[in-house]
């Protein structure tokens, strides 16, 4: 066995980890940081005063991350920290589309109580009502519908409202939209 072998290279066959800079800058910078939910670098780039709402390349902010995620403690820290709680993506996501979609109910609460605007649409018309409807979570829709019942008659781009994204046997969230 060559000392190549001994290594895990194998004549011509290279294992090479390659990553762009943009990855690295994601997961070293704010956003990959708010994505894991690490409290403590979150904090640290905070206090070096690292703007809470910039955006990496897609147009995501770290809370759309953390709220994606369900890292309420994440979300409380860039929330205290004035992160825009109505950032939206090149797609007109907010942290509250991607909060509902997933079903984490106590971070759409938080994104509320910050002032988050449920009435905004992403670019196919969807409120972050349609997103939880979606994904068929009643909590988030309660919580959404509580704030705004007006959100159950807006259509989006394809003329529906939230309660056609509703599958036919989860009766409780039908009726909730209806």
Excluded at 2 to 9: F, N
Excluded at 115 to 125: E, H, T, V
Excluded at 130 to 141: R, S
Aim: charged share 20%; net charge neutral.
């Amino acid at each position: 066995m060559s000392a190549h072998e001994c290594y895990g290279h194998h004549g011509s066959h290279r294992y090479a980890v390659e990553q762009s800079l943009d990855e690295v800058a994601f997961e070293k910078g704010i956003w990959g940081t708010a994505l894991d939910g690490n409290i403590e670098k979150l904090k640290s780039i905070l206090d070096k005063g690292e703007d809470p709402s910039i955006p990496d390349s897609s147009g995501y902010t770290a809370l759309h991350y953390a709220s994606r995620n369900g890292k309420e403690v994440a979300c409380k820290l860039l929330l205290g920290n004035r992160a825009n709680p109505n950032a939206q993506t090149h797609g007109g996501a907010t942290p509250l589309h991607r909060a509902a979609f997933l079903g984490h109910s106590n971070i759409v609460s938080l994104l509320l109580q910050y002032k988050a605007d449920p009435c905004i649409c992403d670019s196919d018309g969807k409120t972050a009502l349609h997103k939880g409807a979606e994904g068929q979570h009643y909590k988030v829709c309660y919580i959404l519908v509580d704030s705004k019942p007006e959100l159950r008659q807006m259509a989006d781009k394809k003329g529906s409202l939230p309660v056609n994204y509703v599958k036919e046997n989860n009766t409780s969230l039908l009726s909730l939209l209806k």
